[in-house]
């Protein structure tokens, strides 16, 4: 049993740490992508997030 409790939590901090690398560059190109459109007149200046 100690030995599967081990494989499942390598498996679950490995998707942790996936999940939070791409939560963070899709955080990124969002940001981006607001000020693209801010900057194209199709969001106003005054947007909120």
Do not use: A, N
């Amino acid at each position: 049993m100690d030995t599967v409790g081990l494989i499942f939590g390598i498996m679950g901090m490995s998707m942790g740490v996936t999940g939070f690398l791409f939560g963070i560059i899709c955080f990124g190109r969002v940001e981006k992508l607001t000020k693209q459109l801010k900057d194209q007149g199709i969001l106003g200046k005054d947007y909120k997030e």
